[in-house]
């Protein structure tokens, strides 16, 4: 039996005297999508990066793919989409840096198929720079996808995006996930956690409030029983 897509057992990461995330456990499986939502502060952003293999845990286990989630030889099978990706790159075209990227991947997905499923072919020839912040998201997807992932990491794949874009990168993820992908999304949005997840961990100040189906927690926020809701 192949081993679930993350992995993350009594996780705990201090800066300083702050616990920003404080025993947390959660698995995903391949072809399942996992929201983290929580407000800014949260600790989405740190717990993501601990398992992409950015930053380290003080305890708890991490497995992505059945591995520590700094091995090496996970890269080409992990997409890593984080918030504002793109920015030390703002003089290159849009073309050029998902062409950088694809030039690094086995088996890449041509750019302009890429472009043109972001919704980007034609600001393919536009500097970074230029883009719109929704544009640049749509940008850093592109990168996270080239490399055609088993494992898709998507930290606020969505802020900053116009309504048309955000639907239109909702259905995107769907196909993913649809497609096999295993999928960890922080998200500041009920709406996107309760639209795209098949479970959803509800975050405060490092801590798990509630975690469960998108249904199960409408019925325990509407009952009372979430502490925080993102509404
Ligand atoms: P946001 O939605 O604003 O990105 P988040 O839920 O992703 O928030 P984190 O970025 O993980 O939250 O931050 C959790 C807590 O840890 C916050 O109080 C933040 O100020 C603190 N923090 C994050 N990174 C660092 C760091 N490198 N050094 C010190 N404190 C940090």
Redo the contacts with the bound molecule.
């Keep these: 039996m192949s081993s679930p897509a993350v992995e993350v057992f009594e996780l705990v990461k201090s800066?300083g005297s702050?616990r920003?995330v404080d025993d947390i456990s959660f698995s995903v499986e391949r072809g399942q999508l996992l929201a983290l939502l929580?407000t800014?502060?949260?600790?989405?952003?740190?717990t993501i990066e601990i398992c992409e293999g950015f930053r380290t845990a003080d305890s708890g286990v991490v497995r992505v793919l059945g591995q520590h989630p700094a091995t090496a030889s996970l890269r080409p099978r992990v997409g890593v989409m984080l918030?504002d990706g793109v920015g030390g790159y703002t003089g290159a075209k849009a073309r050029e840096m998902l062409a950088l990227f694809a030039a690094y991947a086995a088996d890449p997905l041509p750019v302009d198929e890429l472009l043109a499923v972001v919704g980007l072919s034609d600001a393919a020839d536009r500097p970074v720079k230029r883009l719109s912040g929704g544009q640049q998201q749509r940008l850093s997807l592109a990168m996270a996808l080239v490399g055609r992932p088993e494992l898709l990491f998507l930290d606020e794949p969505t802020t900053g995006m116009d309504p048309q874009a955000r639907r239109t990168t909702w259905e995107l993820i769907r196909r993913l996930r649809g497609d096999g992908v295993g999928i960890v999304l922080?998200t500041?949005y009920l709406d996107e956690a309760e639209g795209l997840a098949d479970d959803v961990v509800v975050?405060h100040a490092?801590q798990i409030v509630a975690h469960g189906s998108p249904a199960e927690l409408t019925h325990a926020d509407s009952a009372g029983k979430i502490r925080f809701s993102a509404r």
Excluded: I
């Design positions: 800066y702050h920003a929580g800014n502060g949260a600790g989405k952003t740190t918030q922080t500041h975050l490092g």
